[in-house]
Antibody
Framework: EVQVVESGGGLVQPGESLRLSCAASGFIFANYWMSWVRQAPGKGLEWVAHMDQDGSQKNYVDSVKGRFTISRDNAKNSLYLQMNSLRAEDTAIYYC????????????WGQGTLVTVSS | DVVLSQSPLSLPVTLGQPASISCRSSQGLVHKSGNTYLSWFQQRPGQSPRRLIYNVSNRDSGVPDRFSGSGSGTDFTLKISRVEAEDVGVYYCMQGTHWPPYTFGQGTKLEIK
């Protein structure tokens, strides 16, 4: 079964850091671009970042550029999101998903991990 | 950035009746490859998003055939032929043709009247 499982969320204060993880299984992780998407409480979906199979291409939404870093470890079938200088507006559920055009694009989604930035 | 505008934002529907959601893009969504990367997602209350349709009109495995996607260029539509109780939730369109960033519509909340 194709599956992604996010972890690492929690409650942090503004300005602090957090590292999210996404464990992939059921597919050849090294063959896929991967994306992070977030959803603030009661709000819509916002794409955050993605990267290609070997890390040579990375893109971010403007609001997180310079603060967030996406990375991966293909040997561990894992995707990461290092979040620094966190702000209240980063409070959201963070999801990871596959990002290859076609039948696998943005499918499936995990259960997400909640990040709360509050003093 | 490409802006996707969904309408309506709220959609009360009687069980068994059809429903339609529009998604209009600020730019044409035909990719240089010739494909149009417009997908539809369903998010039921308390659940993660689930993709229903990819590349405008391709229904995902396990998605009931009462769901269909259509459109071209800048105008796209998700139709439900006969709404069932399990269809309650929020529906999002998303484009992947022009990036970064990928963008989503605001969401349409479907409820049973």
């Amino acid at each position: 079964e194709v599956q992604v499982v996010e972890s690492g969320g929690g409650l942090v204060q503004p300005g602090e850091s957090l590292r999210l993880s996404c464990a992939a299984s059921g597919f050849i992780f090294a063959n896929y671009w991967m994306s992070w998407v977030r959803q603030a409480p009661g709000k819509g979906l916002e794409w955050v970042a993605h990267m290609d199979q070997d890390g040579s291409q990375k893109n971010y939404v403007d609001s997180v550029k310079g603060r967030f870093t996406i990375s991966r470890d293909n040997a561990k079938n894992s995707l990461y999101l290092q979040m620094n200088s966190l702000r209240a507006e980063d409070t959201a559920i963070y999801y990871c998903t596959r990002d290859n055009y076609g039948v696998d694009w943005f499918d499936p989604w995990g259960q997400g991990t909640l990040v709360t930035v509050s003093s | 950035d490409v802006v996707l505008s969904q309408s309506p934002l709220s959609l009360p529907v009687t069980l068994g009746q059809p429903a339609s959601i529009s998604c209009r893009s600020s730019q044409g969504l035909v990719h240089k490859s010739g494909n149009t990367y417009l997908s539809w997602f369903q998010q039921r209350p308390g659940q993660s998003p689930r993709r229903l349709i990819y590349n405008v009109s391709n229904r995902d495995s396990g998605v009931p055939d009462r769901f269909s996607g259509s459109g071209s260029g800048t105008d796209f539509t998700l139709k439900i032929s006969r709404v069932e109780a399990e269809d309650v939730g929020v529906y999002y369109c998303m484009q992947g043709t022009h990036w970064p960033p990928y963008t989503f519509g605001q969401g349409t909340k479907l409820e049973i009247k």
